[in-house]
Structures are given as structure tokens and as C-alpha cells.
């Protein structure tokens, strides 16, 4: 008999098979990143369909094939609407889904990381938060969860807890503050403001319920946006073709 496995997920990525089958990469609760196939998803009428398009957080039932799951039920729970039909949520969007393909688990729980990516969403599409708050909380919370946590509890050189300006090593994960920053021959550095420094840490290390729970002024999430996104792309040494094509919304 087939062992069934009965979860939520999110559709992170999809690309057509055949004449009307998909390929899904989904983030899951209790099975982590998995590719699935969606027999005849692509029929309007084929009970699958509504549930597996990209975006959607769907409660599912899989069943294992001989190399990849295979879909059974797909029952949509959320569709995202208010961020699929907007360019710049939609870009975030894709974005947010590519960083969870990249640093979910696979193959094993990963309520973390659905819930965080779900209430990214969540915020883009009410628009409760600046899209750059989202973003700049995203990016580090997910690396936080993900085994990448800076250290910004005090300076790495002298403890001292803040000072007018602190500098974020993008390459190390720590912060100094300005007079043991000018002793590092890394020169690559990010000034953070008080009010900055202080987000990002709220951001870490803050109860999940609590997590956007932050105001900045708009210089200062702008300050707070690059220095997250900085620190996002010197830790994990690549690039990302959503990111790309987010910032060139902008150009």
C-alpha cells in the first residue's frame, strides 16, 4: 500500500511538463523543499488545478512515486491574489521563494520557514509594512533560521553594547564600533545607525510573533535594506536572478 503523506505547502517554483502536467518545487511543513508532479494540472477541470499554481499555499496530499512525489489532493488555502496581480510584490515574491528553495531543509520539517515565508506574503499583500521592511526582516530572519545568525550583541572588539555608529562586517557576521572598526584591515563595512542596529537585532533575535513589529524612518530602512541584503549575498557567495530582476524594476 502507498504511504501518504497529508501536509500544507507553498508553490515556490513550477514548470510545465507535456501537454498538461506540472512540475512543482513546493516548501512543505513536514517534508521540508520537494519536487512534485501535477498530473493534468494544467486542465482547468483536473481537481488539482487551482492548488498547484505558483504562489499558492495549498493543503496537500502526496504520495511517493519511483523518483519525485506525486500529488494526490490539492486543496488551495491562500492564493495571493493582491500580490500576484502587483509587479513589484510579485518580484519580491519570487524572490522570497528563491532564498527558501535555497536554504530550506529538504526532506525534513520546516514549520519555520513556511511560517516565515507565509507571513512575508501575508504583508505584501495588505500592505500593512514598507515592501523594503519586509524584505530587509525576511532576509535576515531567514538566515538566522538557516544556521547563518550574525553575532550583533555588542562590538566584536571592545563589548561595548552601541555607540553612535556601529559597522556591520558583511564578510564575518559581528559588528564593531567606530573606533575598533578603523583597526580591521576589512575594509568592506556598513555604517548602521542606533535606530538601524537596533531593528536588526529586534529582527534576530525577537519572538517570531514580534518579528515585524519595527517602524524605521525612510533613510534608515534604506540603510537597514542594504545592509541586510549586503550581509545576505557576502554569506551564502552567489547571486540571485529574482533579486536581479527586482532591483531592475527600479532602474
Not at 525534513?108 to 500593512?128: D, G, Q, V
Not at 530587509?136 to 566584536?156: H, K, N, T, V
Not at 552567489?238 to 531592475?248: G, V
Amino acid at each position: 500500500m502507498e504511504t501518504r503523506t497529508v501536509t500544507d505547502g507553498l508553490v515556490i517554483r513550477d514548470f510545465n511538463v507535456g501537454e498538461a502536467d506540472r512540475i512543482l518545487t513546493i516548501l512543505t511543513r513536514k517534508l521540508g523543499v520537494i519536487r512534485a508532479s501535477a498530473r493534468g494540472a494544467r486542465r482547468m477541470k483536473n481537481g488539482v488545478s487551482a492548488g498547484t499554481q505558483l504562489l499558492c499555499h495549498t493543503d496537500f496530499t502526496f504520495y511517493h512515486g519511483r523518483k519525485i512525489y506525486m500529488i494526490d489532493e490539492a486543496t488551495p488555502s491562500t492564493l495571493f491574489m493582491g500580490v500576484r496581480m502587483d509587479l513589484e510584490k510579485l518580484a519580491l515574491a519570487q524572490y522570497f521563494c528563491e532564498l527558501e528553495e535555497a536554504l530550506a531543509p529538504k526532506g525534513e520539517e520546516a514549520s519555520l520557514f513556511l511560517r516565515l515565508i507565509l507571513n512575508a506574503f501575508a504583508l505584501l499583500e495588505t500592505e500593512k509594512k514598507p515592501a523594503l521592511q519586509i524584505k530587509a526582516a525576511f532576509e535576515m530572519r531567514l538566515l538566522s533560521i538557516s544556521g547563518y545568525m550574525p553575532d550583533l550583541i555588542a562590538c566584536a572588539g571592545c563589548g561595548v553594547y552601541e555607540d553612535d555608529c556601529m559597522y556591520l562586517m558583511p564578510l564575518s557576521g559581528v559588528i564593531f564600533c567606530h573606533s575598533c572598526a578603523q583597526k580591521q584591515q576589512d575594509k568592506l563595512r556598513i555604517p548602521l545607525s542606533r535606530s538601524v542596529l537596533a531593528a536588526m537585532r529586534h529582527v534576530i533575535y525577537a519572538d517570531f510573533d514580534r518579528l515585524f513589529a519595527f517602524a524605521l524612518s525612510e533613510a534608515s530602512l534604506k540603510n537597514f535594506s542594504h545592509a541586510a541584503e549586503q550581509y545576505l549575498l557576502h554569506t551564502l557567495e552567489r547571486s540571485f536572478n529574482t533579486l536581479s530582476f527586482y532591483h531592475s524594476l527600479f532602474f
